[in-house]
């Protein structure tokens, strides 16, 4: 299956500011699809944080935003909070050879130093 | 706001079958798009199936002609059955709603049923 590039792991002191990328590759040009991203803990539900490339759900803090500005997508997650420590994936929509599919990031583990 | 309960999980052994549930409030399943999506221990995310609100349905090739998503409108209730199963099967499986108006986003989650294939 296709997978979109994230980077394994972003390590950000508390207070800072964290970005996770997520890049497109030769199948999907990421530059014209909408890019979600969703936030995974243990044992909870997942949690879309970005839809849209930057819209954000409700509930959801001004701290997390997204951009995509056509070769890559941004999460950035502002002020870090000990409870931003988690797992997070980017998400978009393709046009496969016969129908249509979901493509996942390989995912990014944010710690919270 | 929607609450979706997944159940069904548990041990299986490798080409056995197993069903999955999603009990859904909060939301019409036969008015939505629904989907099932998967997490291998250690892994990162996989799509698994889709569900139109028209009845269509698409699948991941990993998955395709093994598993297949339906819905009981009377029970508001999503299934996924699997056939078949193997090993690499083994994840926690999650139900999600499918928002079109805010692409195509999965905003409505279930916590997740564990299933493993093993011997």
């Known amino acids: 299956s296709y997978v979109l590039s994230q980077p394994p792991s972003v390590s950000v002191a508390l207070g800072q500011t964290a970005r996770i990328s997520c890049g497109g590759n030769n199948l999907v040009n990421i530059g014209d699809k909408a890019v979600n991203w969703y936030q995974l803990k243990p044992g909870q539900a997942p949690v879309a944080v970005v839809f849209n490339d930057k819209d954000r759900p409700s509930g959801i803090p001004e701290r997390f935003s997204g951009y995509n500005s056509g070769t890559s997508a941004t999460l950035t997650i502002s002020r870090v909070e000990g409870g931003d420590e988690a797992d997070y994936f980017c998400q978009v929509w393709y046009n496969g050879r016969d129908h249509p599919e979901v493509i996942f990031g390989g995912g990014t583990r944010v710690t919270v130093l | 706001e929607a609450q979706l309960v997944e159940s069904g999980g548990g041990l299986v052994r490798p080409g056995g079958s197993q069903r999955l549930s999603c009990a859904v409030s909060?939301?019409?399943?036969?008015?939505?798009?629904m989907a099932w999506v998967r997490r291998a221990p250690g892994k990162g995310l996989e799509w698994v199936a889709v569900?139109?609100?028209?009845?269509?349905?698409y699948y991941a090739d990993s998955v395709k002609g093994r598993l297949s998503i339906s819905r009981d409108n009377s029970k508001n209730t999503v299934f996924l059955h699997m056939d078949s199963l193997r090993p690499e099967d083994t994840a926690v499986y999650y139900c999600?709603?499918?928002?079109?108006?805010?692409?195509?986003?999965?905003?409505?989650w279930g916590q997740g049923t564990l299933l493993i294939v093993s011997s």
């Open positions: 999600a709603r499918v928002n079109w108006n805010g692409g195509g986003a999965f905003d409505s």
């Open positions: 909060g939301l019409d399943v036969s008015s939505n798009f």
């Open positions: 569900l139109y609100k028209t009845g269509t349905t």
